[in-house]
């Protein structure tokens, strides 16, 4: 479910307006909903690089990953398809779109690929200690758009999948028509965010901080920052 444009911008003007700090204009509203809203989807992918090169032993990357990936299914004008294109010596990465998360199944078992230096397969590969005990499934880039993936037993050049992200959330809109001076949501000409209802508090946060910035309220903006601090400590538990 979307998160409706017209809660934000109510929600935004209460706190915006509390002891009376300042007024956002609609389209002042707007300017920060969409760059509040691009932010927060842009910051998925810098995740999903960090989660890829965490270790398996960190318990929580994988719902980490989880989640994000379920919170981009769930962004309106995204689609998340699974591709698979093996090479002789490598894996072509799609053409278009952004990579989630890769796989590769061995011996019916499907593992989550994780990304490494090529200079670190290598010393795992030259030891016979590290390689009997190397269970996982690795990757390291290979060119433009290529990788290789090694397993303990060596190269792997089939059974590789990736999740290839497309699309973006459109752009956000509080539409509006003026009544005794003052502009009255008009849900026709509105267009509400794209992301996942759970990133609402974080939108809120975002548009509040970009606000403090435009009335110029330092207390608002530490406010707003707090409140971001406290939505992405949640989320990492």
Known sequence: MPINVDTVYQTVQALANKEQRGYLTPQEFNLFAIQAQ???????????????????EQHTVADSVQTIMDKLRNTTG??????????????????????GRIFVTIGGIRKTLRLINEDEIHRIRGSRWH??????????????????????????????????????????????????????YDPSTSRNFG???????????????????????????????????????????
């Open 38 to 56: 691009r932010d927060i989807f842009e910051q998925y992918f810098y995740d999903l690089n960090a989660f890829r090169q965490a270790r398996p």
């Open 78 to 99: 995204t689609n998340v398809t699974n591709t698979a294109n093996v090479g002789n010596l490598g894996t072509t990465l799609p053409a278009t779109g952004r990579t």
């Open 131 to 184: 390689t009997e005990g190397f269970d996982e499934a690795v990757y390291f880039e290979d060119g433009i758009g290529r990788i290789q993936v090694w397993s303990g037993a060596g190269q792997v050049t089939s059974g590789v999948t990736c999740e290839n992200i497309t699309g973006a959330p459109g752009l956000v809109y509080w539409g509006y028509t003026i009544v005794n001076e003052k502009p009255v």
């Open 195 to 237: 992301l996942d209802s759970s990133e609402q508090a974080d939108v809120v946060a975002k548009v509040l901080k970009l606000a403090s910035v435009s009335i110029e309220d330092r207390e608002l903006y530490q406010a707003a920052a707090g409140e971001e601090s406290q939505n992405i400590q949640q989320e990492n538990k």
